[in-house]
Structure formats: structure tokens, C-alpha cells
């Protein structure tokens, strides 16, 4: 059955995935279908890990022929790549990434990228090679707020706490106790889909497992006129030069889902990055450390679909959902509307 003439939707969530979905509609000729488009959100009690993102939207050598996921990620970076190109979103921005090769790991991971013989920093150990690599940096409050959305979208700041099938339609309910009825459910949750995991079972989302990370950031910092990134064995050094924002970061913590700062890890990335760079980092004193939760499905698949009638998720986007919720936001968008649903 395709969608239906006079339908309520109700979409959880303001991250890149709620955002890509709703973008996504819009291109979509039966959107004005849809007789109420509500989305619910809470970034106090439900931080976006979007907001705390390095937000770099990159192959980072990924390439295809290694297995089934690297395939995924090349045609997913091609149609994000495109939309980021043809789009011009504000908050987005094309930048130059660098990796230098140290061990056998980067090797295999950037060795077939083409190289070039200088980088934004003088080494202070010299590197077997440097790879170079399109990416878009992305500011992530400024993007999300920014991209288009139906026009009759209402946003609403609330805390989903139940939703329930009833016999004709789905009953959501919110912390401050109000009720919203809606024949379509998206859950856009990120991380808080745990929350709801019941609905979750025997869907490539059951079970998505926490990755802490965490990131320094730094504001009104000048390393030139136009933006770049440089991978020195996983530290990863983002500058933008939009509105000279540094970031260094990031560490990576498996099964972690609170948002205490592994410090020590930073501490380690920052004096790792100095030791191999010739670079004056302003001091740790000075930045702001972010923290978000990465959300992981068990094959580290992104992954948006039907989880039962009229209920759909989009989510499992892991460290890659500047690449990933475009075009599967798409495809879910399309599915709404397919006679096979
Ligand atoms: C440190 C770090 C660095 C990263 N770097 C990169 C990178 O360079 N490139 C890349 O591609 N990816 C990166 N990622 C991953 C990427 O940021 C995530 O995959 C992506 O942001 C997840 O988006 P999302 O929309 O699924 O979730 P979120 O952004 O977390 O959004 C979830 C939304 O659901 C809402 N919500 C949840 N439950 C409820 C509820 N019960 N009621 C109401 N609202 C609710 C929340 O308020 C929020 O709006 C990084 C992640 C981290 C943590």
C-alpha cells in the first residue's frame, strides 16, 4: 500500500538523519500530501551527536573492492558528494585532506590515493608518503538549521517518552504529557533509539551499540585563508577557515555512553600531533572539548527502512553520517511514497 491521501507525520529527531529525511521530502511531488508534518526533538535532554561532530564528510581512502561496506560507503560518498556540490548548503565547505603515511595500517588504508610532496605544515618526522583526498568540512549547527524543509513543517522541543500503536494510528507522548496522534512515524533518535529499542528487534538496528568521542575546538584561530585537514595515524587536525574554528580529535571509546571526556585520550592526540607536525596548536587551556555518542549497528552498516507498519527509522550512522544520511534518507523518502510498502 503507497502512502495515502490526508497523512500526519511525525518524525524524532533534528540530527543528519531527521534533517537528510526531511530534505529529502521536499523533492518528493506528493509531500503536500501530508496534511501535518510535526518534528519533536530535545537537545538538552537528548544531545544531537550532529552538534558534536568532526563533521567531515570524506572517503578517507575508503575505496571499493575491499568488501561489501566499502562499496556501500563509495556510492554513498558519490551521491553525497554530489548533492554537497550541486546543493550549496549553507555551513558546508570543500576542503583539501592530507594523510600522512607512517605504518603498514595507512598504507593500506591511503597508499592508493595520489600524493603530493608538500603539506600545510612542515614534518618534524618525515612521513613514507603524503595522501591527498576531496572532502567538505561541515558546520553542523549552521548546515542543519539551514537546509530547506517542507513548508508546513512544525518543529516542536520535546522528549518522546511512548509511543504506541493504537488501532488506527500511532499515539506518541512527550515528558510535558502532550499527546500527538500520526499515521507515519520516522525515528531519526541517533543514540536515544535505545529508548524505543523495542521496536527495534530483528531490524538491522537492534542492538546499536555506543561509541564515545570526543574533540577539542578551538574558535577564532588563523591558519590561513582557506580551509584543510591533515590524518597523522588517526589524529585528525580540521580547520575551518570559514570562521576560523579549529578542531583536533578524535578519540574513539567502544561501549561508552556517557558524555564524561576521556582526557587523557585528547591529551595524547594533541601531543602525538605536535611531535610529528610543525605546528603551533593553541594551548588545551583555551578549547572547548565536545562530546557526542556515535551510534553502531552490529556490521557497522548504516542503515534506513520499515520497521513495521507505518513506523520507519533511519539511523546505525556510526562515523559516518555526513556521508551516509543523504542518500539514505532518500531512499527512505522514496519508499514512503512506493506501492510496495
Ligand atoms: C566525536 C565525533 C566525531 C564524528 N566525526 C564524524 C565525521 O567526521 N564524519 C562523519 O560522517 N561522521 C562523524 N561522526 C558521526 C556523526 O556525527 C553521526 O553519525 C551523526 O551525527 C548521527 O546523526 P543522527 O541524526 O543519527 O543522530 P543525532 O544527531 O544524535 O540526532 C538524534 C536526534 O534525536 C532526538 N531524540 C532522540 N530521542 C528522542 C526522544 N525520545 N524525544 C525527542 N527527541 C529525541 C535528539 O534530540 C536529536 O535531535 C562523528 C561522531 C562523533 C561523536
Given at each position: 500500500?503507497?502512502?495515502?491521501?490526508?497523512?500526519?507525520?511525525?518524525?524524532?529527531?533534528?540530527?543528519i538523519a531527521?534533517?537528510a529525511f526531511?530534505?529529502s521530502?521536499?523533492?518528493?511531488?506528493?509531500?503536500?500530501?501530508?496534511?501535518?508534518?510535526?518534528?519533536?526533538?530535545?537537545?538538552?535532554?537528548?544531545?544531537?551527536?550532529?552538534?558534536?561532530?568532526?563533521?567531515i564528510a570524506a572517503l578517507r581512502g575508503t575505496r571499493r573492492g575491499m568488501s561489501p561496506l566499502g562499496d556501500e560507503l563509495v556510492d554513498m560518498w558519490e551521491e553525497s558528494n554530489q548533492a554537497y556540490?550541486?546543493?550549496?548548503?549553507?555551513?558546508?565547505?570543500?576542503?583539501?585532506?592530507?594523510?600522512?603515511?607512517?605504518?603498514?595500517?595507512?598504507?593500506r588504508r591511503?597508499?592508493h590515493?595520489?600524493?603530493?610532496?608538500?603539506?600545510?605544515?612542515?614534518?618534524?618526522?618525515?612521513?613514507?608518503?603524503?595522501?591527498?583526498e576531496?572532502a567538505w568540512?561541515?558546520?553542523?549547527?549552521?548546515?542543519?538549521?539551514?537546509?530547506?524543509?517542507?513548508?508546513?513543517?512544525?518543529?516542536?522541543?520535546?522528549?518522546?517518552?511512548?509511543?504506541?500503536?493504537?488501532?488506527?494510528?500511532?499515539?506518541?507522548?512527550?515528558?510535558?504529557?502532550?499527546?500527538?496522534?500520526?499515521?507515519?512515524?520516522?525515528?531519526?533518535?541517533?543514540?536515544?533509539?535505545?529508548?524505543?529499542?523495542?521496536?527495534?528487534?530483528?531490524s538491522p538496528l537492534e542492538?546499536l551499540k555506543?561509541y564515545?568521542?570526543?574533540?577539542?575546538?578551538?574558535?577564532?584561530?588563523?591558519?590561513?585563508?582557506?580551509?584543510?585537514?591533515?590524518?597523522?595515524?588517526?589524529?585528525?587536525?580540521?580547520?575551518?577557515?570559514?570562521?576560523?574554528?579549529?578542531?583536533?580529535?578524535?578519540?574513539?571509546?567502544?561501549?561508552?555512553?556517557?558524555?564524561?571526556?576521556?582526557?587523557?585520550?585528547?591529551?595524547?592526540?594533541?601531543?602525538?600531533?605536535?611531535?610529528?607536525?610543525?605546528?603551533?596548536?593553541?594551548?588545551?587551556?583555551?578549547?572547548?572539548?565536545?562530546?557526542?555518542?556515535r551510534s553502531q549497528t552490529k556490521g557497522r552498516r548504516p542503515w534506513a527502512g520499515k520497521?513495521?507498519?507505518?513506523?520507519?527509522a533511519i539511523g546505525g550512522l556510526y562515523k559516518t553520517g555526513w556521508v551516509s544520511s543523504i542518500p539514505l534518507a532518500r531512499q527512505l523518502a522514496k519508499s514512503?511514497?512506493?506501492?510496495?510498502?
Open positions: 500500500m503507497g502512502i495515502e491521501i490526508m497523512t500526519r507525520l511525525l518524525v524524532i529527531g533534528e540530527g531527521a534533517q526531511l530534505n521530502l521536499i523533492h518528493e511531488d506528493i509531500v503536500d500530501k501530508f496534511t501535518s508534518i510535526t518534528q519533536l526533538s530535545h537537545s538538552e535532554l537528548a544531545p544531537l551527536t550532529s552538534w558534536n561532530s568532526t563533521a556540490t550541486q546543493e550549496k548548503w549553507k555551513g558546508v565547505y570543500p576542503i583539501e585532506l592530507h594523510s600522512w603515511i607512517y605504518s603498514d595500517k595507512s598504507d591511503y597508499g590515493l595520489p600524493k603530493v610532496e608538500k603539506s600545510f605544515f612542515e614534518c618534524k618526522i618525515k612521513p613514507r608518503g603524503i595522501s591527498t576531496r568540512v561541515i558546520d553542523p549547527k549552521v548546515f542543519l538549521q539551514n537546509i530547506t524543509t517542507p513548508k508546513n513543517l512544525v518543529k516542536k522541543k520535546s522528549l518522546v517518552t511512548s509511543l504506541v500503536q493504537g488501532e488506527k494510528c500511532w499515539r506518541v507522548e512527550t515528558l510535558d504529557k502532550e499527546v500527538f496522534e500520526a499515521d507515519i512515524v520516522v525515528l531519526a533518535s541517533g543514540h536515544w533509539a535505545q529508548w524505543m529499542q523495542e521496536y527495534y528487534a530483528g542492538g555506543p564515545q568521542g570526543s574533540y577539542y575546538q578551538w574558535e577564532n584561530v588563523s591558519f590561513g585563508e582557506r580551509g584543510f585537514s591533515v590524518i597523522i595515524e588517526g589524529s585528525n587536525f580540521i580547520y575551518q577557515a570559514e570562521n576560523k574554528r579549529l578542531i583536533l580529535g578524535a578519540t574513539s571509546l567502544n561501549g561508552v555512553d556517557h558524555f564524561i571526556a576521556d582526557k587523557v585520550g585528547l591529551k595524547k592526540i594533541y601531543d602525538h600531533f605536535q611531535s610529528y607536525a610543525d605546528v603551533n596548536l593553541p594551548s588545551i587551556q583555551e578549547s572547548q572539548i565536545h562530546t557526542g555518542i520497521l513495521q507498519n507505518n513506523l520507519y514512503l511514497f512506493s506501492s510496495d510498502q
